[in-house]
């Protein structure tokens, strides 16, 4: 099968038997083996539809990542670059007859490349993901002042944010609220039915402080206790796509700690990208057998917080108010294709008297935010964002609800750059504004 790399160059693969002394430990050779190329996952690719070529396809991804696992063909800078192009949004698991776990292969070749040292030449020159988003709590007086003191308007108008070659993150970065005090716990209001505890995320309290406060609002009148685990940390989604997976392990083992899931009801969380990498915790590398034992534990109590909520029966007491707008919803890739679940979202809104509900066009597709994808890969998110853009355009939808921060983010920055006055909220946000509360 031929496969034509960036510069058009072509490459020729076989696959001979396995040798030992070229097998890479960290890459399950057996799981890619069951891919069968039968190309029905490529439709469902977004890059493939973008660039149409194979080495940006699910099925020459995995031919490419097991070539070099066998020792057939060198990891280089170019190589990666088609590895790294993948948005990890998995799409082809749910079209792939196989069954063939391409997240977990994607995620073992990364860590392959990580220690050879190589890495995509579009890949940012960065730091782990933890020390840049403390930096940025850090940072969150500076960055509040310059948004509320007139300074960010008079930056854009001299183009300054382009040619500090900042431009993107700041694009991105949403209104930063005054900074919230924050409780251990919250108690139910009315009669206890449970206790949950709510994962924050690492970029949670920075960049969405409003869905976490809704939460918590919205689960204290349904009768849970919530608490807020003060050692919680990073999901470590971002370190697996960084190669690191020995860090997303010490990660998730921090987690299991902070959480200790056997006293809780359940453990929620508001972005659906943190959720999936909570649920998957069991499949990580090197967890000896007690480590997976609590993992399993762990993730059995893992649930999204709109299925929660409408797997429950509320407060006879407990209204929502009308809303006489139109919703239009974006289901991310994480509730999409991994979890399987995009009618929860549209369950709860139908709770809201009024609210007309409908869904954004080509809903499948992933919309190029892809955790930190957006920022790597500016050109090919904007470019798949584009689409959903025009379909909301002919929408006349006054809301656009999604489930993920960093879909949220994306779709508000492209919003802002077309001028379409349309404002972007989690579902749970729109819950707990309608809810009919005493005085």
């Given at each position: 099968?031929?496969?034509?790399?960036?510069?058009?160059?072509?490459?020729?693969?076989?696959?001979?038997?396995?040798?030992?002394?070229?097998?890479?430990?960290?890459?399950?050779?057996?799981?890619?083996?069951?891919?069968?190329?039968?190309?029905?996952?490529?439709?469902?690719?977004?890059?493939?539809?973008?660039?149409?070529?194979?080495?940006?396809?699910?099925?020459g991804r995995i031919?490419?990542?097991?070539?070099?696992?066998?020792?057939?063909i060198p990891m280089?800078?170019?190589?990666?670059?088609?590895?790294?192009?993948?948005?990890?949004?998995?799409?082809?698991?749910?079209?792939?007859?196989?069954?063939?776990?391409?997240?977990?292969?994607?995620?073992?070749?990364?860590?392959?490349?990580?220690?050879?040292?190589?890495?995509?030449?579009?890949?940012?020159?960065?730091?782990?993901?933890?020390?840049?988003?403390?930096?940025?709590?850090?940072?969150?007086?500076?960055?509040?002042?310059?948004?509320?003191?007139?300074?960010?308007?008079?930056?854009?108008?001299?183009?300054?944010?382009?040619?500090?070659?900042?431009?993107?993150?700041?694009?991105?970065?949403?209104?930063?609220?005054?900074?919230?005090?924050?409780?251990?716990?919250?108690?139910?209001?009315?009669?206890?039915?449970?206790?949950?505890?709510?994962?924050?995320?690492?970029?949670?309290?920075?960049?969405?402080?409003?869905?976490?406060?809704?939460?918590?609002?919205?689960?204290?009148?349904?009768?849970?206790?919530?608490?807020?685990?003060?050692?919680?940390?990073?999901?470590?989604?971002?370190?697996?796509?960084?190669?690191?997976?020995?860090?997303?392990?010490?990660?998730?083992?921090?987690?299991?700690?902070?959480?200790?899931?056997?006293?809780?009801?359940?453990?929620?969380?508001?972005?659906?990208?943190?959720?999936?990498?909570?649920?998957?915790?069991?499949?990580?590398?090197?967890?000896?057998?007690?480590?997976?034992?609590?993992?399993?534990?762990?993730?059995?109590?893992?649930?999204?917080?709109?299925?929660?909520?409408?797997?429950?029966?509320?407060?006879?007491?407990?209204?929502?108010?009308?809303?006489?707008?139109?919703?239009?919803?974006?289901?991310?890739?994480?509730?999409?294709?991994?979890?399987?679940?995009?009618?929860?979202?549209?369950?709860?809104?139908?709770?809201?008297?009024?609210?007309?509900?409908?869904?954004?066009?080509?809903?499948?597709?992933?919309?190029?935010?892809?955790?930190?994808?957006?920022?790597?890969?500016?050109?090919?998110?904007?470019?798949?964002?584009?689409?959903?853009?025009?379909?909301?355009?002919?929408?006349?939808?006054?809301?656009?609800?999604?489930?993920?921060?960093?879909?949220?983010?994306?779709?508000?920055?492209?919003?802002?750059?077309?001028?379409?006055?349309?404002?972007?909220?989690h579902p749970i946000?729109?819950?707990?504004?309608?809810?009919?509360?005493?005085?």
């Open positions: 099968m031929n496969f034509t790399l960036q510069d058009n160059s072509t490459i020729l693969l076989y696959y001979p038997p396995p040798m030992a002394e070229t097998l890479s430990e960290q890459f399950p050779l057996e799981d890619a083996d069951r891919c069968v190329m039968c190309g029905l996952c490529l439709p469902h690719c977004p890059t493939y539809r973008l660039y149409n070529q194979e080495s940006e396809s699910p099925r031919a490419l990542m097991r070539a070099v696992a066998r020792g057939e280089t800078a170019r190589l990666m670059t088609h590895l790294d192009h993948c948005l990890t949004c998995r799409a082809c698991e749910i079209a792939c007859p196989a069954e063939v776990p391409y997240g977990k292969l994607i995620d073992a070749a990364r860590a392959m490349a990580k220690q050879k040292g190589e890495t995509s030449r579009s890949a940012l020159t960065r730091e782990t993901p933890l020390k840049e988003i403390h930096r940025l709590e850090r940072w969150r007086p500076l960055l509040r002042f310059y948004q509320q003191s007139g300074l960010q308007k008079a930056a854009r108008a001299l183009g300054l944010p382009k040619a500090l070659g900042v431009k993107r993150q700041e694009q991105l970065l949403p209104a930063l609220p005054p900074r919230h005090i924050w409780h251990k716990d919250y108690p139910a209001i009315g009669k206890k039915r449970g206790q949950v505890a709510l994962f924050t995320g690492c970029t949670g309290k920075i960049l969405d402080e409003a869905t976490l406060q809704a939460a918590i609002t919205v689960l204290t009148h349904l009768g849970y206790s919530v608490t807020l685990p003060e050692k919680q940390t990073c999901c470590g989604a971002l370190h697996l796509r960084e190669g690191l997976p020995q860090e997303a392990r010490r990660l998730a083992l921090s987690n299991i700690e902070a959480f200790r899931a056997e006293r809780l009801d359940a453990i929620i969380y508001v972005t659906s990208g943190c959720g999936i990498r909570l649920i998957e915790t069991p499949s990580l590398p090197e967890l000896k057998d007690k480590e997976r034992s609590l993992a399993e534990c762990f993730s059995a109590k893992v649930r999204e917080i709109s299925q929660f909520i409408s797997g429950i029966p509320w407060p006879a007491k407990l209204r929502l108010k009308p809303l006489d707008e139109t919703a239009a919803v974006h289901t991310p890739c994480s509730l999409q294709h991994r979890r399987q679940q995009p009618e929860t979202v549209f369950t709860l809104l139908g709770r809201i008297p009024g609210l007309t509900v409908v869904s954004l066009p080509d809903s499948t597709q992933c919309c190029g935010a892809a955790g930190d994808y957006l920022l790597r890969h500016p050109d090919i998110a904007d470019t798949l964002l584009m689409s959903k853009l025009d379909a909301l355009s002919s929408l006349q939808a006054s809301l656009l609800v999604t489930s993920n921060i960093g879909c949220a983010l994306h779709f508000q920055a492209g919003l802002r750059e077309r001028k379409i006055p349309m404002e972007v909220v946000v729109l819950i707990a504004r309608q809810l009919a509360l005493s005085p």
